[in-house]
């Protein structure tokens, strides 16, 4: 028998594994509101590249305080700069290449930190980022972990790029793909790994519907 869905989830996972596409779906079916947290490292690096801040901790900690990020909620919730919505420019390639340069940082991670709870806290969520059941959000009444091979998120990655307008090749977005691996599993605050308490999920194999069958099953609830 079904029950309600926790009133939060936590989705997380490295680079094209899936988890902005089962967000959006699991929020879609619910009538959350869905954050694509890497959306607010993604704008921090955009902003910074714009006004010439290096990615170094200590010049990031002084920027990050001159900066107004907002989340203007909804599925997908959109981003906003200093009050202009940047959502569209987040997949630029000069930030596509930067943003885990910028996202490894202490100093922005903790400000961003509690845009994240914030959010959760406003009502009925679904995040989803690297860090969301180990650090944002460790007393989630829900979690997931997806995970999938190099070669099945290189694959993934060259799709969505060229849907971005960016020309990728599976070779290309693999070395990327490892290179993020790398920054994220290995970073000093916030490292890359499963929650103890995590559903994990591999989606190496798996069809989107499986996945999203899959997920549905672990969380044992339904709309409403």
């Known amino acids: ?7 939060v989830i936590a989705i997380d996972g490295p680079a094209a594994s899936g988890k902005s596409t089962l967000g959006s779906e699991l929020a879609s079916r619910f009538g959350y509101d869905f954050l694509d ?6 704008a921090v690096t955009l902003a910074a590249i714009e006004q010439g ?17 907002e989340i203007r909620r909804g599925n997908p ?7 202009v919505d940047v959502s569209d420019r987040l997949r630029e390639p000069q930030v596509e290449e930067q943003v885990s340069l910028y996202s ?5 991670r903790a400000a961003l930190l509690p845009l994240q709870r914030e959010f959760a806290a406003a009502g009925r969520a679904i995040l989803a980022g690297r860090d969301i059941g180990t650090v944002v959000l460790p007393d989630a009444p829900a979690k997931i972990f997806l995970h999938a091979s190099t070669e099945a998120r290189a694959a993934r990655r060259s ?16 070395r990327d793909i490892l290179r993020r691996d790398s920054i994220d599993s290995s970073r000093e605050v916030a490292p890359l790994q499963p929650a103890p308490d995590a ?26």
Do not use: K
């Open 1 to 7: 028998m079904s029950t309600p869905c926790p009133r």
């Open 37 to 42: 947290t890497g959306m607010l490292y993604r």
């Open 53 to 69: 801040v290096p990615p170094d901790d200590a010049a990031c900690a002084e920027f990050v305080r001159h900066i107004r990020i």
């Open 77 to 83: 919730s959109r981003v906003l700069v200093n009050g």
């Open 104 to 108: 490894a940082l202490p100093s922005v």
């Open 159 to 174: 799709l969505q790029a060229n849907s971005w307008g960016v020309v990728q090749d599976s070779a290309g977005a693999a």
């Open 199 to 224: 559903i994990v999920i591999d989606t190496t194999e798996r069809p989107f519907d499986a996945v999203l069958a899959l997920a549905l099953e672990a969380l044992g609830c339904a709309a409403g």
